[in-house]
């Protein structure tokens, strides 16, 4: 699930493991006006969404928590 909107400043990236973390990123991204970029099962995003991230002003994280960290998909976004 990916929503990209091409005239978005801001952005939300974010993966979710059970549809939680979604609800609040897609309610954080529908009251900043953001594009929503979601991080898929295998920790990657489609291939435009990195242009919407290079545009982006500001760019909002979300994630789940698992054991006190971020997930393992979040985590491989983030290195890339």
């Not at 054991?67 to 491989?76: A, D, I, L």
Request: overall charge negative.
């Amino acid at each position: 699930m990916t929503e990209i909107t091409t005239q978005a400043k801001t952005a939300v990236v974010y993966h979710s493991g059970y549809g939680h973390t979604a609800r609040m990123a897609s309610a954080v991204a529908e009251g900043a006006g953001a594009a929503l970029v979601a991080i898929d099962a295998e920790g990657n995003i489609a291939e435009d969404a990195w242009a919407t991230l290079a545009r982006a002003d500001a760019i909002l994280f979300g994630s789940p928590t698992y054991m006190g960290g971020p997930s393992w998909q979040f985590k491989k976004f983030a290195d890339a």
